[in-house]
């Protein structure tokens, strides 16, 4: 082989490894990243738990926590989505899944949109969860003014209980469910009545991370 051409192979193997190597060190991060908003953004409304439990009002304090954690947060998932969609092969399972948990808590509800459009063609291919794509889903159609296709989402009633947020009829709701693996929509709410009780409610809103990761052969 020419010398030239040899040294010209070299040097684009080279190139490539070196792509190859940062862009998976970035993978890397952006997975940590998202985990550790993910972690902070729990914490958060594990104390935000302790005065819905009580309908108490939540104090001034943590309302102006709530918004300045909300932006911090965006920041880093935005800052994470200019390398690509969150998907589960660039940033793991449990990173896609915190990176859709950040996305559903913000309230900018042109972002949720522009992210579920995104989701969707990810999904099409199995690189989202579909019950992360369904709880996204929801979330639009609920902003948008439309009943849930999932029944992915409550909210909680003067005596601080989680009522369903407004559903299409369940029959088809639960058969769409179930042909993704989730439990019925009755299961889930009596699921999350125990939980708010029991000053839960930040994980009432949660999917079964574990069990997914364990069918993956995963671990948290």
Same mark, same amino acid.
């Given at each position: /082989?020419?010398?030239?051409?040899?040294?010209?192979?070299?040097?684009?193997?080279?190139?490539?490894?070196?792509?190859? %190597? %940062?862009?998976?060190?970035?993978?890397?991060?952006?997975?940590?990243?998202?985990?550790?908003?993910?972690?902070?953004?729990?914490?958060?409304?594990?104390? /935000?738990?302790?005065?819905?439990?009580?309908?108490?009002? !939540?104090?001034?304090?943590?309302?102006?926590?709530? %918004?300045?954690?909300?932006?911090?947060? /965006?920041? &880093?998932?935005?800052?994470?989505?200019? =390398?690509?969609?969150?998907?589960?092969?660039?940033?793991?399972?449990?990173?896609?899944?915190?990176?859709?948990?950040?996305?559903? =808590?913000?309230?900018?509800?042109?972002?949720?949109?522009?992210?579920?459009?995104?989701?969707?063609?990810?999904?099409?291919?199995?690189?989202?969860?579909?019950?992360? =794509?369904?709880?996204?889903?929801?979330?639009?159609?609920?902003?948008?003014?439309?009943?849930?296709?999932?029944?992915?989402?409550?909210?909680?009633?003067? #005596?601080? /209980?989680? &009522?369903?947020?407004?559903? +299409?009829? !369940?029959?088809?709701? #639960?058969?769409?469910?179930?042909?993704?693996?989730?439990?019925?929509?009755?299961?889930?709410?009596?699921?999350?009545? &125990? !939980?708010?009780?029991?000053?839960?409610?930040?994980?009432? +809103?949660?999917?079964?991370?574990? +069990?997914?990761?364990?069918?993956?052969?995963?671990?948290?």
């Amino acid at each position: /082989m020419n010398v030239s051409v040899m040294k010209r192979s070299l040097a684009l193997t080279l190139t490539l490894v070196s792509s190859a %190597a %940062a862009m998976a060190q970035v993978h890397v991060t952006d997975r940590l990243n998202l985990l550790g908003i993910e972690m902070c953004d729990q914490e958060l409304r594990q104390r /935000m738990s302790t005065f819905i439990q009580t309908c108490s009002p !939540m104090p001034e304090a943590l309302h102006n926590e709530k %918004a300045m954690r909300e932006t911090m947060h /965006m920041s &880093v998932l935005k800052s994470v989505m200019r =390398h690509g969609f969150p998907t589960i092969s660039r940033v793991g399972l449990d990173g896609s899944h915190a990176a859709f948990t950040i996305a559903l =808590h913000s309230t900018d509800h042109r972002f949720q949109a522009d992210f579920l459009k995104q989701a969707e063609r990810w999904a099409k291919k199995g690189e989202v969860h579909p019950w992360d =794509h369904a709880a996204m889903f929801d979330r639009v159609r609920l902003n948008q003014g439309k009943k849930q296709c999932f029944g992915m989402h409550f909210h909680l009633s003067a #005596n601080c /209980m989680p &009522v369903l947020s407004p559903t +299409e009829p !369940m029959v088809a709701v #639960n058969r769409r469910r179930i042909k993704i693996g989730l439990p019925t929509v009755q299961e889930s709410m009596r699921k999350a009545e &125990v !939980m708010v009780k029991n000053g839960r409610w930040h994980m009432a +809103e949660r999917w079964n991370l574990n +069990e997914i990761l364990a069918d993956n052969g995963e671990s948290r």
